[in-house]
C-alpha cells in the first residue's frame, strides 16, 4: 500500500524558514517523480514544485522560485522541501504527492494528507 | 504560465443527473490533462489522466474528453459519493498549473 506522510508543518513568523518531509513506502520512491502541492485554506489548488527520479532536475511555481528548494534522499525514502523568507500568502495545507510516471510533470496518483504550515506574527 | 479556466463554479444537481464539467486552457496543452475529485477534509484524488484515462478506482460514470484547450469531465448518473470539487491540472508546460475547481453540489 502507497503510504505518504508529511511532517515539519507548524506556525513560523514571517521571514522565518521550515523543512517539510513526506516519508514515502510502499512503491521504489526512486523510480517516480514527486511533487509538492499547496492548498490555503478555503481556497483551491496549486502547484508548488517537483523533481526528477534522481534529484538532478527541479521545478517550481513563480511564488516559490528562489525561496524554496525540493530535494529527495532515495536511500531514506523521503521528499523535502525547504521553505526561507516565508510570506503570510504561504499559509497552507502542503501535499506531498507521488508521480503517476518517473517524470517529474507526471500527474499525482498518490497523495499524503498534508502538513498545515501558518504564516504569521 | 498557462491560466486554466473551469466552469461552471458550482454545478447544483440531483442525484441521477449527467454532470458536464468544462476546463479551458490558455493555450494548448496538447492531451497533458488530468482531473482530480477533492472531498471536504481529504486529499485529491486523481481521477483521470492525458484527457481521457481513468484512474485506477473509479467508475466508468466518470469519463473525460478534449484536446489542446477544451476540456470536459461528464458524470453519467451522479451518485451521492459524486458531490466534491473537481480540478483540472495541465502538465504540457512549467510551470504546472491547476484550474480553480468546480464544486458539484446536491440541487
Known amino acids: 500500500e502507497v503510504q505518504l506522510l508529511e511532517s515539519g508543518g507548524g506556525l513560523v513568523q514571517p521571514g522565518g524558514s521550515l523543512r517539510l518531509s513526506c516519508a514515502a513506502s510502499?512503491?521504489?520512491?526512486?523510480?517516480?517523480?514527486m511533487s509538492w502541492v499547496r492548498q490555503a485554506p478555503g481556497k483551491g489548488l496549486e502547484w508548488v514544485s517537483a523533481?526528477?527520479?534522481?534529484?538532478?532536475?527541479?521545478y517550481y511555481a513563480d511564488s516559490v522560485k528562489g525561496r524554496f528548494t525540493i530535494s529527495r534522499d532515495n536511500s531514506r525514502n523521503t521528499l523535502y522541501l525547504q521553505m526561507n523568507g516565508l510570506r503570510a500568502d504561504d499559509t497552507a495545507l502542503y501535499y506531498c504527492a507521488k508521480n503517476r510516471e518517473s517524470y517529474p510533470s507526471g500527474p499525482n496518483d498518490y497523495w499524503g494528507q498534508g502538513t498545515l504550515v501558518t504564516v504569521s506574527s | 504560465e498557462i491560466v486554466l479556466t473551469q466552469s461552471p463554479a458550482t454545478l447544483s444537481l440531483s442525484p441521477g443527473e449527467r454532470a458536464t464539467l468544462s476546463c479551458r486552457a490558455s493555450q494548448s496543452v496538447s492531451s497533458y490533462l488530468a482531473w482530480y475529485q477533492q472531498k471536504p477534509g481529504q486529499a485529491p484524488r486523481l481521477l483521470t489522466y492525458d484527457a481521457s484515462n481513468r484512474a485506477t478506482g473509479f467508475p466508468a460514470r466518470f469519463s473525460g474528453s478534449g484536446s489542446g484547450t477544451d476540456f470536459t469531465l461528464t458524470i453519467s448518473s451522479l451518485e451521492p459519493e459524486d458531490f466534491a470539487v473537481y480540478y483540472c491540472?495541465?502538465?504540457?508546460?512549467?510551470?504546472?498549473?491547476f484550474g480553480g475547481g468546480t464544486k458539484v453540489e446536491i440541487k
Open positions: 491540472q495541465q502538465r504540457n508546460n512549467w510551470p504546472l498549473t
Open positions: 523533481i526528477s527520479v534522481d534529484g538532478h532536475d527541479t
Open positions: 510502499g512503491f521504489t520512491f526512486s523510480s517516480y517523480g
